[in-house]
């Protein structure tokens, strides 16, 4: 049985989404604070978790990037009630898989649970299948590990930057759009901002060009999109 912490402190929404998840079969254990669920999560290992972004204390955005420390893998689907772009992206880039706003529907989040969780697990699969150190000029990709190494360092990959690198390296010289990758990355469970996109590239090229502001390798085609040279 799936295991899911959900963190969030409004008791209404804690006990229907609890009886929701628990009738579709999903184990839950709930907590109202940061402090609490980063130990649950420590102790416990959920298969997944649920994280308010206003949290009394410290909030949902400081335990996303507390426990992506730690775990690169572990699903993490952030609820809010803020609505603005900029605060999607930073869920993205701390290393959210998912941002759902309120009010939303249970059975809205259950399919994006499952969608979260059917990506994880394929990307287990290619794990368990072996996964070989990849080159990118001069930095080394290893997708599994979530980790680009570069000049001695390593350098973190968020679950959305580490599936766009994989997208750009299963097509090696073609033009991606940002609507195919908004489509390959993120399916219909949300659509950011084009812009979102160039953000990633920027994260994504910092971490893997030798000279960031001069790429060789993640490549900018005007009007079209990027494209990946090795």
Request: proline share 5%; glycine share 6%.
């Amino acid at each position: 049985m799936t295991k899911i912490l959900l963190v969030e402190d409004d008791k209404t929404i804690v006990e229907a989404l609890s009886s929701a998840l628990t009738f579709h079969d999903f184990s839950v254990e709930a907590t109202d604070n940061s402090e609490d669920g980063y130990q649950k999560f420590i102790s416990n290992k959920p298969d997944l978790l649920i994280l308010d972004i206003n949290l009394p204390g410290a909030d949902g955005f400081e335990l996303c990037r507390k426990i992506r420390k730690i775990d690169q893998i572990v699903p993490i689907i952030l609820l809010t009630a803020r609505v603005q772009e900029s605060d999607k992206l930073l869920g993205f880039e701390l290393g959210a898989d998912d941002y759902v706003t309120k009010p939303f529907s249970a059975k809205e989040l259950i399919a994006r649970i499952r969608a979260v969780l059917k990506r994880v697990e394929a990307t287990a699969g290619d794990s368990k299948r072996g996964q070989v150190p990849l080159m990118i000029g001069i930095a080394e990709i290893l997708l599994d590990q979530f980790i680009v190494k570069k000049s001695g360092k390593d350098h973190s990959l968020s679950p959305k930057e580490q599936q766009i690198i994989k997208l750009f390296l299963e097509n090696p010289g073609k033009v991606i759009s940002r609507d195919e990758i908004i489509d390959k990355v993120w399916g219909d469970e949300y659509f950011p901002d084009p812009k979102t996109i160039d953000n990633f590239i920027v994260k994504l090229r910092n971490k893997i060009e030798d000279n960031p502001k001069d790429p060789h390798h993640i490549i900018t085609i005007h009007g079209a999109g990027y494209k990946l040279l090795l």
